[in-house]
């Protein structure tokens, strides 16, 4: 709890959610006149950074390794969360942000932009075409926000007033200082960049990334960001002549647009993969970004997700089994230490969660690459019941009540879909779902069903049928009626599980 602390603050926030009863008067009058006067308080205005390796595997001795965090005073944060509810609100109701930002926005996640892209890859990759999926790398995104541009930007999106001179205020007159052990440096003084760990920080910067999307896009190159990770691609008919000249362009109209809006781009940590038959991998030409030549990779990780050129997820999944099985070594020498309540949230923590993550992209695996990934819940079924090694997998899975790894896939391809058709989710995830209307009258008219992809789409042979826009119709239209009728996401969720338990062990 202590690294949680701020130095700036008179005493520890938790301290102060104890005592909340005496103090939301107060607190209502500060946030009521800083919200009056169009002006944040400058006392709130400076910033503990303390540097946090970006991945524990890094060299801690380069600096460019770390990731700085600003320990923010309490008071200020919560005025945030109450600007921060109000701009979420324009934004929703104004519909402002870019359709492919999945970043830090209610109903979207890594998840989301994940699914949309690779079904946009696997669809393509059925076609015949090729892809060049480029990942872009920005330097330091948040700390080189110019707030003359952010300002700017505000300001064109409908901002004016108190509003817009709160914001400025926000923005303007920070400092930070380093803290590393008991040592800390002089203040600083900033003159551009917001602070990460700050509430507002993210929702800003999604405004001030808005325009990217529409770049890339002028082009007829296809994008998805998450927040600062920005993921273009195009895809194009092998052996094209057009597609060097057009991807070329847009890259350079990238570099400029980063360029004018203080952004630096590193071309040398920029990656690409080409998703392409094994037939078309030669195309013969690189893509250039500011003059330097993007080597083509056998795989890349996007959003914490290894893709490979044809899609099989083989990388991916053999990587989060050996690191998920690298958990259960150690969880399995604290188990003498745990009563089973705290081992099962453990092991959901070290080890599930692994499987968990972006696990609709595993739907349609083959049973040769899925099975490293039931290997490891059963593992953990083992683990936690103490159960000889012997005992069949579903036993232990029903005793725990766990769904099997193949229908925990399927589970979340429901509950996305659900949200998708419930406006939870993002545009780009609904507009792929249609609902079935029949040409006449049927007795199915009423059963909120989705429209099949047509065959000559659905076959999907050099993906495994593997594509969310055709997989998700497929397995929700086998859903009961009263199921894809739930009133609710909870009731949505908990009426699914116990069908899909049923399916699963009947």
Same mark, same amino acid.
């Given at each position: 709890m202590f690294n949680r602390l701020c130095l700036i603050d008179p005493c520890p926030s938790w301290l102060i959610k104890l005592a909340r009863g005496g103090l939301v008067e107060w607190f209502v009058i500060i946030i009521?006149?800083?919200l009056d006067q169009g002006k944040f308080p400058s006392v709130l205005k400076?910033?503990?950074v303390r540097p946090i390796l970006k991945k524990a595997s890094l060299d801690s001795a380069i600096l460019n390794n770390y990731r700085p965090i600003s320990n923010l005073p309490f008071l200020g944060k919560v005025l945030e969360r109450v600007v921060a509810s109000q701009l979420q609100g324009f934004l929703d109701d104004t519909d402002f942000l870019d359709p492919s930002q999945s970043g830090f926005r209610p109903g979207h996640s890594t998840e989301t932009a994940l699914v949309a892209l690779v079904d946009d890859l696997r669809r393509e990759l059925d076609r015949g075409s090729v892809t060049l999926l480029v990942l872009l790398d920005i330097s330091a995104a948040f700390d080189t926000i110019d707030h003359g541009i952010l300002l700017g930007r505000l300001s064109g999106m409908g901002l004016g007033g108190m509003a817009l001179s709160w914001l400025q205020s926000f923005l303007e007159g920070r400092s930070q200082l380093v803290k590393l052990g008991d040592t800390c440096s002089d203040p600083w003084p900033l003159t551009c960049g917001v602070?990460?760990?700050s509430i507002l920080s993210p929702m800003l910067f999604n405004i001030y990334m808005k325009p990217l999307g529409e770049v890339i896009r002028s082009f007829g190159v296809r994008c998805h960001l998450y927040a600062d990770d920005t993921q273009l691609y195009y895809s194009f008919p092998p052996y094209s002549k057009e597609a060097p000249q057009i991807l070329n362009q847009c890259l350079a109209a990238v570099m400029g647009w980063m360029r004018a809006n203080k952004l630096k781009l590193n071309p040398d940590k920029t990656e690409v993969l080409q998703v392409s038959r094994m037939s078309d991998r030669g195309i013969g030409w690189l893509p250039v970004l500011d003059g330097v030549a993007l080597p083509l990779k056998a795989q890349v990780r996007s959003l914490g997700v290894l893709l490979d050129s044809a899609l099989t997820l083989d990388a991916q999944v053999s990587a989060v089994a050996g690191r998920a099985f690298a958990q259960l070594k150690l969880v399995r020498q604290l188990r003498p230490y745990l009563v089973k309540s705290d081992l099962a949230t453990v092991v959901h923590a070290l080890v599930t969660s692994r499987l968990d993550y972006c696990n609709a992209l *595993?739907?349609?695996l083959p049973l040769k690459t899925a099975r490293k990934l039931q290997l490891v819940q059963r593992s953990a079924a083992l683990l936690?019941?103490?159960?000889?090694?012997?005992?069949r997998s579903t036993l232990l899975l029903k005793e725990l009540h766990w769904l099997p790894f193949t229908f925990r896939t399927q589970f979340k391809?429901?509950?996305?879909? *659900?949200?998708?058709?419930n406006g939870l989710g993002p545009s780009y995830l609904s507009d792929r779902l249609s609902p079935y209307e029949p040409a006449r009258s049927l007795r199915s008219s009423g059963e909120a069903l989705l429209s099949l992809p047509p065959p000559s789409q659905?076959?999907?042979v050099g993906t495994r049928e593997r594509a969310f826009s055709v997989v998700a119709p497929q397995l929700w239209n086998s859903l009961p009626r009263e199921i894809r009728q739930a009133p609710t996401l909870v009731a949505f969720r908990k009426s699914l599980k116990t069908w899909l338990f049923t399916q699963a062990f009947r």
């Open positions: 009521n006149a800083s400076q910033a503990i602070p990460q760990g *595993y739907v349609g936690l019941t103490g159960a000889n090694y012997r005992e391809v429901h509950v996305i879909t *659900y949200k998708a058709l659905a076959r999907l």
